[in-house]
């Protein structure tokens, strides 16, 4: 395998509390020696985002989600983090941004035996759910906007006649009945402390099958940052309840997927998975 050395520049997430002269610390670049494999590079990050205060949700083994059913893809892993702060700043400007978090690195090996790491720049999160940018939290990385065109959302909705609790709860029973995996819940408010009157519940439910994911990933193991799936319930300030989702075509799009990369014809496997996800949202949100 070969050995590259990485810069690896974990700021671009990094919050701290503002200094006495009001000035916020950031876009703080670390390096670190040579990795010679997925797992390496792994343990830094989680250790340096545990350092600097962040709280590592799950770390997702693509790999070894491919072996489970007998499938095969290089090293590939995710790790899913949340920054409290920045993440009650994101859904306060927009719930459907929560669609992106957790934050995520991706790392893997490629083709050549380098390991290589992706993010979803912030500016991606903004531009895409169309954040404003009225503080100093985000506008930090306003600046980081240009360099994205306008995206098409690429999130589907389903309204949904219960509660967010009740749609969670429908949500989990029927995704475990059909045999997907769901690695984590996340309840965007658990550390909120708003009265229950003005309380609007938000929860995110990531979940997966690697038959399902692995040959995404075998045309383009970049796509791993976006798996597991995730549906995101959430109350709108009407007070109706919403499923949101990402169009498979959409992250198909975003990763630059190939039809000479795919045995099968990917139009109708993306068809076929944006369906599952459809007809798995209208059954939860009965």
């Given at each position: 395998?070969r050995?590259?050395?990485?810069?690896f520049?974990?700021?671009?997430?990094?919050?701290?509390t503002?200094?006495?002269?009001?000035?916020h610390?950031?876009?703080l670049?670390q390096?670190?020696?040579?990795?010679?494999?997925?797992?390496?590079?792994?343990?830094f990050?989680r250790t340096t985002?545990?350092?600097?205060?962040?709280?590592?949700?799950?770390?997702?083994?693509?790999q070894?989600?491919?072996?489970?059913?007998n499938?095969e893809?290089?090293p590939?892993?995710v790790?899913?983090?949340?920054q409290f702060?920045?993440?009650?700043?994101?859904?306060?400007?927009s719930?459907?941004?929560?669609?992106?978090l957790?934050h995520?690195?991706?790392?893997?090996e490629?083709?050549?035996?380098?390991?290589?790491?992706?993010?979803?720049?912030p500016g991606?999160i903004?531009?895409?759910h169309?954040?404003?940018?009225?503080d100093?939290?985000?506008?930090?990385?306003?600046?980081?906007?240009?360099?994205?065109?306008?995206?098409d959302?690429?999130?589907?909705?389903?309204k949904?006649?219960q509660s967010?609790?009740?749609?969670?709860?429908r949500?989990?029973?029927?995704?475990?009945?059909?045999?997907?995996?769901i690695p984590?819940?996340v309840?965007?408010?658990?550390?909120?402390?708003?009265?229950?009157?003005?309380?609007?519940?938000?929860?995110?439910i990531i979940?997966g099958?690697?038959?399902?994911?692995?040959?995404?990933m075998?045309?383009s193991?970049?796509?791993?940052?976006?798996?597991?799936?995730?549906?995101?319930?959430?109350e709108?300030r009407a007070?109706?309840?919403?499923?949101a989702?990402n169009?498979?075509?959409f992250?198909?799009?975003?990763?630059?997927?190939?039809q000479?990369?795919?045995?099968g014809?990917?139009d109708v496997?993306?068809?076929n998975?944006?369906?599952?996800l459809?007809?798995?949202a209208?059954?939860?949100a009965?």
């Amino acid at each position: 395998m070969r050995v590259m050395l990485i810069t690896f520049w974990v700021s671009l997430f990094l919050f701290t509390t503002a200094s006495a002269h009001g000035e916020h610390q950031g876009f703080l670049s670390q390096s670190f020696e040579t990795v010679s494999t997925v797992a390496e590079g792994v343990d830094f990050i989680r250790t340096t985002l545990e350092n600097q205060g962040f709280e590592i949700i799950a770390t997702i083994d693509h790999q070894a989600g491919a072996a489970s059913v007998n499938l095969e893809l290089r090293p590939t892993q995710v790790i899913l983090f949340r920054q409290f702060r920045l993440d009650k700043t994101l859904i306060r400007r927009s719930q459907e941004a929560a669609l992106d978090l957790p934050h995520k690195y991706l790392v893997f090996e490629d083709e050549n035996g380098d390991i290589q790491f992706r993010y979803n720049p912030p500016g991606y999160i903004l531009d895409r759910h169309d954040v404003p940018v009225r503080d100093l939290l985000i506008a930090k990385f306003d600046h980081r906007l240009s360099q994205f065109g306008r995206l098409d959302n690429g999130v589907n909705l389903v309204k949904s006649s219960q509660s967010v609790e009740q749609t969670v709860e429908r949500l989990l029973v029927i995704l475990k009945e059909r045999g997907f995996r769901i690695p984590a819940v996340v309840n965007f408010l658990e550390r909120t402390h708003r009265s229950a009157r003005k309380r609007r519940d938000i929860q995110l439910i990531i979940f997966g099958n690697p038959n399902v994911g692995t040959p995404l990933m075998q045309n383009s193991q970049e796509i791993g940052i976006d798996l597991p799936q995730k549906f995101l319930v959430f109350e709108n300030r009407a007070h109706e309840v919403f499923i949101a989702f990402n169009d498979p075509r959409f992250l198909a799009k975003k990763h630059n997927l190939q039809q000479d990369q795919d045995p099968g014809n990917l139009d109708v496997r993306l068809t076929n998975i944006a369906n599952a996800l459809l007809g798995l949202a209208e059954a939860g949100a009965q």
